[in-house]
């Protein structure tokens, strides 16, 4: 597709959002700056809602001319409103900061390289946009059971307009998400306030990369962006609690706002449902009982208890709604339940917190609950997860600030300590609560993922992705107290000490940012070399896709793997032509027998316990190969003992090199013949 074109939709799509932006905050009176968090959430659960019941192309149109309306309506009444109002420290940076990432990724155009985004969060954007459907009508070899679509729901808005998928369309999403985000938690900060904006925008800015050390610890990468969920919701989580804690006015479009916030994150990973609790029960306890009795109203009129208990209900049932809202759409779309987490137990939600906290208080305690429960306290002090670390772990001041959740909540604290003195009455006895509420639905959701690890996780993968399951919540906090400690530093008169400590607090993110981010491992620098690989592979599919059609089947072959190269290349191939599973395209030998895992979804019951059953050899292949119905098969990469044992299946004994062959059948059994013209291996 044309790089102009799709940034050309990219910024249609924007400007749309932009428009329902000014009118929301001209209409419903939601403050400016937090008016794109409002619409981005309306965006998502519209579409999500839409798409549930497979009418996804209306939900595209309607929205478009929601959009073309609300343009409308300030046209007409251009001369009535004050358009002036609308230039505020946030909305800047959300204009700014959104059309200038747009540009950026259209030039840079990065594209998937994680393995989950093969899998899932690159995959489900491209089947929706692909059949104009929900992927839950197509999940092919897509394991759905676990994934929520808000996300991606949202990569479909910024795809709509578009006749192809576009992958960059998906980070740049991504972004406008955060900058919407960010955008709210600085809403409160009015024309006078640059000095505060603009050192808080900075350092909201660099939490993705502080909040994310794993891409170098454990996984490096070429290219720091990805799409996975953890870090978008994470931020989502923080955004209600931003916007509510630091605006003074808890105004029905501000409380509104908070429901709608809550909603969204608990469709953004299972664990977002999790997040969603806390965050409602953080703010229903302030609605309740922080806050004034008549400072909280539904209407001019209608104020209140009666208001008070009103929101406090729809923040928990919000997400509430959706759980089970979507728990019903995978029952009646793939006839699976959620109320199941897997695992070893099969327990549902309840059980598995009844049993947990059962355990936790001492009945029936486990040898594994307790050695699960205790690396999750030594992670909490001893894991690197975060870059706020100094030297060497090993001794001196390393081993005390080393990255570790212990010094990320003790920052977190400090700078809700700091708000803490610049603010007086209510406010302040708000951020106190806060602080506390914030703390303990920290351990809260801390012992749930380890609960988690007890359950749910065989024993093989304990602490497996400890640092993607836990950082969102850290991401999120942090979000909120630095969003309280702007809104309280309007408090105190420039050059102030805590001025002084944000400006410190900035430029020890962006040291410790720039130490571990070389600007060569951003969108910021050319990415041909380091996407390289990933051009060569996507070349030879295009190369091979050009000689297969619609009705042919490939069976993959990738020798040595570990599964990833069959995501990747199957990701590339689709829509146009199918790929079979193909035992996973992994490491498969003739006395490996298959894993469940490993069989296609679609296989019969039959099916899957014949070949689950049986040594991978030649015969058990050809039978695969022939109950599958595959045409032709593409190699990715061979190794000597694949050619070994397989190599007299193929006209040429493997030893052409070639990428695609047909496979041809007859009365004496079945022969694979290369293609040339689909060129050599890679």
């Known amino acids: 597709m044309n790089a102009l074109t799709a940034f050309l939709e990219c910024l249609v799509t924007f400007f749309a959002v932009c ?129 929520v679509p808000g996300l991606i729901m949202l990569d479909e808005a910024f795809q709509f307009l578009g006749a192809q998928f576009v992958q960059w369309k998906v980070f740049a999403a991504y972004d406008i ?17 640059w000095h505060i904006a603009v050192p808080a925008a900075a350092v909201m800015c660099l939490l993705p990369f502080l909040m994310t050390m794993y891409f170098r610890e454990i996984n490096m990468v070429t290219v720091y962006i990805s799409a996975y969920a953890d870090l978008p919701m994470g931020l989502l989580f923080g955004a209600p609690l931003a916007l509510y804690f630091s605006q003074e006015e808890k105004t029905p479009a501000v409380l509104w706002t908070c429901v709608m916030g809550v909603a969204f994150v608990s469709i953004t990973k299972d664990t977002g449902f999790a997040l969603a609790l806390v965050a ?67 327990m549902s939600p309840v059980q598995l917190l009844l049993t947990g906290l059962g355990e936790l208080f001492g009945i029936g305690r486990t040898e594994r609950f307790s050695r699960v429960m205790g ?113 309280a530093l309007r408090r105190a008169k420039p050059g102030a000490l805590m001025h002084w400590a944000l400006l410190a607090l900035t430029g020890v993110c962006a040291w410790r940012v720039a130490t571990f981010v070389p600007a060569e491992l951003t969108v910021m620098n050319d990415l041909t070399g ?56 992994g490491s498969w030998m003739d006395t490996t027998l298959t894993r469940s895992i490993d069989v296609p979804a679609d296989f019969t019951d039959e099916q899957v316990e014949y070949f689950l059953s049986h040594p991978l050899t030649p015969e058990t292949v050809c039978e695969y190969i022939d109950q599958t119905g595959c045409t032709a098969i593409f190699i990715r990469k061979l190794d000597g003992a694949f050619k070994e044992q397989y190599g007299h299946l193929f006209s040429d004994g493997l030893a052409g090199d070639w990428q695609l062959y047909r496979i041809e059948k007859d009365e004496d059994g079945m022969t694979f013949v290369p293609v040339p013209e689909g060129g050599k291996i890679v």
């Open 530 to 585: 380091a996407l390289s690989e990933r051009t060569k592979n996507t070349e030879s599919v295009e190369q091979a896709k050009a000689l297969l059609t619609e009705d042919d089947r490939v069976f993959y072959i990738a020798m040595p793997d570990n599964g990833i190269s069959w995501f990747m290349d199957s990701f590339e191939f689709y829509p146009e032509v199918h790929v079979d599973y193909s035992f996973g395209g």
């Open 375 to 487: 690396e999750m306290w030594q992670a909490f002090y001893s894991t690197k997860l975060t870059m706020f670390n100094v030297g060497s772990q090993n001794g001196g001041v390393g081993r005390i600030v080393n990255g570790s959740g212990a010094v990320v909540v003790a920052l977190i604290l400090a700078i809700l300590l700091g708000a803490f003195l610049l603010e007086k009455g209510r406010r302040r006895r708000g951020i106190a609560w806060f602080s506390l509420w914030s703390t303990l639905g920290f351990a809260a959701y801390y012992i749930f993922i380890g609960f988690t690890y007890v359950y749910v996780f065989s024993e093989a993968a304990e602490m497996t992705d400890y640092n993607r399951y836990i950082y969102p919540y850290y991401t999120g906090w942090l979000l909120a107290a630095l969003a309280v400690f702007a809104a």
């Open 19 to 147: 428009v329902l932006s000014v009118f929301a905050a001209k209409k419903w009176r939601v403050p400016v700056g937090a008016a794109p968090f409002a619409v981005l959430c309306g965006t998502v659960l519209w579409y999500s809602v839409m798409a549930c019941i497979d009418q996804l192309m209306p939900a595209g149109i309607l929205w478009f001319g929601m959009a073309a309306a609300a343009l409308c309506w300030l046209w007409l009444r251009r001369k009535q409103l004050d358009f002036r109002t609308l230039v505020t420290p946030a909305t800047v940076f959300f204009v700014v900061a959104g059309v200038a990432v747009i540009a950026l990724l259209a030039v840079r155009q990065p594209v998937f390289t994680q393995w989950d985004e093969f899998s899932f969060w690159g995959l489900a954007p491209k089947v929706v946009k692909s059949t104009g459907q929900l992927y839950t009508y197509n999940p092919g070899e897509m394991r759905v059971t676990t994934y």
């Open 280 to 346: 409602a029960a953080i703010l229903c306890f302030d609605i309740i009982f922080v806050q004034a009795k008549n400072s909280v109203r539904l209407t001019k009129r209608a104020g209140g208890l009666a208001a008070k208990w009103t929101y406090s209900a729809c923040l928990v049932l919000a997400p509430l709604a959706t759980y089970f809202g979507w728990a019903q759409h995978m029952a009646m779309t793939l006839g699976v339940s959620r109320s199941n987490l897997g695992g070893d137990r099969n």
């Open 177 to 193: 998400l955060m900058f919407a985000v960010f955008a709210a938690g600085l809403s409160v900060l009015e024309r006078r306030h």
